[in-house]
């Protein structure tokens, strides 16, 4: 996996930004996954209290090997984990 600097570096596998939105608000992660999901933006919560009611994910906040909890599931493309910095299939 491989951190980029703008939305628009996000083109190959493993790709990935931070979208941030602002002090003590979420951050939003794009992220290149494999075929067909592609392009997927997943919300990174500050806390679990944030955004109850919609799905959020936990980042480890490393850019050289991000670890997002839980799993990424875009159903019907790709399940798996971001773990240290690797994507894995489940």
């Known amino acids: 996996m491989k951190h980029v600097a703008t939305l628009d570096e996000v083109k190959e596998l493993g790709d990935w930004y931070i979208r941030d939105m602002g002090e003590g608000r979420e951050k ?3 992220i290149m996954l494999p075929r067909p999901a592609g392009l997927c ?8 209290e944030t955004s109850p ?4 994910w936990q980042w480890n906040g ?3 090997k991000p670890t997002l909890t839980p799993s990424v599931n875009v159903v ?3 399940h798996g984990w971001i773990q240290d910095g690797q994507m894995v299939a489940c």
């Open 28 to 30: 939003h992660m794009i």
């Open 41 to 48: 933006e997943l919300l990174i919560a500050p806390s679990p």
């Open 53 to 56: 009611a919609c799905a959020r």
């Open 62 to 64: 490393s850019v050289d």
């Open 76 to 78: 019907g493309c790709w």
